[in-house]
């Protein structure tokens, strides 16, 4: 089956560790993106990838860093320089065509800070 | 810069009302893409409909109908004879082309009452 798979699903984290969370898909889609969810708001762009070894900036970018190795991963590590990361974390990706560009997303992982 | 503004932040409903969820988007481009999407209590994102700006038809699909008006910047979103399953929070979303991240409303929670 295609789709997107994150890890984990919780993720406990005490402060000033950073912490890895994993994106994967097999859709064959070039485009990834992170998104950060917190309660009551709407989804918030960290970072993108239109293709491989690129990616950009969202407007929340400050404290996280991601990668862009392989077509089919995507890896958003949170640093201690995050100052609140407690919310839930969103995986999408997406084909470059005109005809289906709408976003797959993942399950989510969720983060709290301890 | 793009805009999506979703002003009901919760609606319930008693099971087999009618209900309209409204979406007032914001953007320069003359080609763009809204979006809506549903996100169950699971918290995966689930695709419902791409509109380009492009198509004004509206849509129906089931006891799911959505109403593109760009006269008023609205993709409104309609649910007929809503069931409880339809309990969940919806967004409504915008982006420029096929590979760039979406802007999303801050969502609206629909609660169906039995």
């Known amino acids: 089956d295609g789709g997107i798979t994150q890890s984990p699903k919780y993720l406990f984290r005490k402060e000033g560790q950073n912490v890895t969370l994993s994106c994967e898909q097999n859709?064959?889609?070039?485009?990834m993106y992170w998104y950060r969810q917190d309660p009551g708001q709407g989804l918030r762009l960290i970072y993108y990838?239109?293709?491989?070894?690129?990616?950009q900036k969202g407007d929340i970018a400050e404290g996280y860093s991601v990668s862009r190795e392989k077509k089919e991963s995507f890896p958003l590590t949170v640093t201690s320089a995050q100052k609140n990361p407690t919310a839930f974390y969103l995986c999408?990706?997406?084909?470059?065509?005109?005809?289906?560009?709408?976003?797959?997303f993942g399950p989510g992982t969720r983060l709290t800070v301890l | 810069a793009q805009k999506v503004t979703q002003a009901q932040t919760e609606i319930s409903v008693v099971e087999k009302e009618d209900v309209t969820l409204d979406c007032v988007y914001e953007?320069?481009?003359?080609?763009?893409?809204l979006f809506w999407y549903k996100q169950p209590p699971s918290g995966e994102l689930v695709f419902l409909i791409r509109?380009?700006?492009?198509?004004?038809q509206n849509e129906i699909s089931g006891r799911y109908s959505w109403n593109f008006q760009k006269s008023t910047s609205s993709f409104n979103f309609t649910i007929t004879a809503s069931q409880v399953v339809d309990s969940a929070v919806y967004f409504c979303?915008?982006?420029?082309?096929?590979?760039?991240?979406?802007?999303f409303g801050k969502g609206t929670r629909l609660s169906v009452i039995a």
């Open positions: 509109r380009n700006s492009f198509d004004e």
């Open positions: 990838s239109q293709i491989v070894n690129d990616f």
């Open positions: 859709l064959n889609h070039d485009a």
């Open positions: 953007t320069r481009d003359t080609t763009y893409y």
């Open positions: 999408a990706s997406s084909s470059t065509g005109m005809a289906d560009n709408e976003q797959f």
């Open positions: 979303a915008l982006s420029h082309s096929g590979n760039t991240p979406l802007v």
